[in-house]
């Protein structure tokens, strides 16, 4: 295929390593050429996929949707298809970038996918060359899929960063603090492929320990958004927890902010 890819960021450059590596012919477009015009080098491309912001894709799609033979494709798994226009679809690759990376980081990445029919189809067909995992993903169900994985992305990496700085107020090194919670982590997200939601729940609310729980709102005395943060999970814990109801009563309890 021939392939015209706009936007070099973090998400355009692996993919048009990994379109390359394919073996399709990539015309990668930068800033300079969309703003000289040179849309024309659309003219003899299947797919035109822009890798551009959100808020530019709109007014790119529609200075080039003319283009190209079967459609273009935006990377946003926030956009609705149907703001932008008829022909185009959606690769969202559910994965985070930096621009980096080589073509392999799509091995194995699931890549949601709507839009037209031809569309689709001959997006399928590119993910799997590319060995990632595509998936349907309706126009309509975006936003919360959007907002599921920045629950899956986002928010566990700030909470690592609490878990490292939270180390180093004890006494840990910073280096060793960067790294000594990537097992465990890797073991949530073991529990979580391979056993329901119950089952993979550790630590003191699974144990029902409200003793714990207090310790830690102790130590968060002076932190009140850690504090609040806590809480919060904590509260949630408590929805996969098997737990009779005065252990359930206990933590409960102890969860309740202290008056005043
Ligand atoms: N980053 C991720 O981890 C990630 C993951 C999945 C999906 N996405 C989605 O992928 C899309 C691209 O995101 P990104 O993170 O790769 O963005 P990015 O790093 O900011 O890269 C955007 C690229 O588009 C270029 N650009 C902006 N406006 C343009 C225009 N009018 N014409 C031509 N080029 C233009 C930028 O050029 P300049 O440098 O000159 O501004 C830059 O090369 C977004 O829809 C995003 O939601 C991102």
Avoid: W
Avoid at 68 to 96: D, E, T
Avoid at 113 to 119: A, K, W
Avoid at 181 to 189: D, H, M
């Amino acid at each position: 295929m021939i392939i015209a890819l706009i936007g070099p960021g973090r998400v355009g450059r692996p993919l048009a390593r990994a379109l390359a590596d394919a073996g399709h012919q990539v015309r990668v477009l930068g800033r300079a050429e969309t703003v000289a015009g040179e849309h024309h080098e659309l003219g003899a491309a299947d797919l035109a996929f822009l890798s551009v912001p959100d808020q530019a894709v709109g007014e790119l799609a529609d200075q080039v949707v003319t283009y190209p033979r079967l459609g273009l494709v935006h990377c946003s798994g926030q956009l609705p298809n149907r703001n932008i226009g008829p022909k185009v679809a959606m690769f969202h690759p559910l994965m985070s970038f930096r621009g980096a990376e080589s073509g392999a980081i799509f091995q194995g990445c699931p890549v949601g996918i709507s839009g037209p029919d031809q569309v689709t189809a001959a997006l399928f067909s590119l993910a799997k060359q590319l060995g990632a995992r595509p998936f349907v993903l309706d126009d309509e169900a975006k936003s919360s899929y959007h907002l599921a994985a920045m629950f899956a992305s986002v928010f566990p990496y700030i909470l690592l960063l609490q878990a490292k700085e939270l180390a180093e107020k004890s006494g840990i090194a910073s280096s060793d603090a960067s790294i000594i919670f990537g097992p465990i982590f890797r073991r949530a997200v073991q529990h979580l492929e391979e056993s329901d939601p119950r089952q993979g729940l550790t630590g003191p609310v699974s144990r029902g320990d409200a003793q714990t729980v207090r310790q830690h709102l102790e130590l968060l005395a002076g932190d009140p958004e850690r504090a609040e943060l806590y809480r919060s999970l904590t509260r949630l814990s408590l929805r996969y927890a098997r737990l009779d109801p005065g252990a359930r009563e206990s933590l409960e309890q102890a969860l309740r902010p202290e008056p005043g």
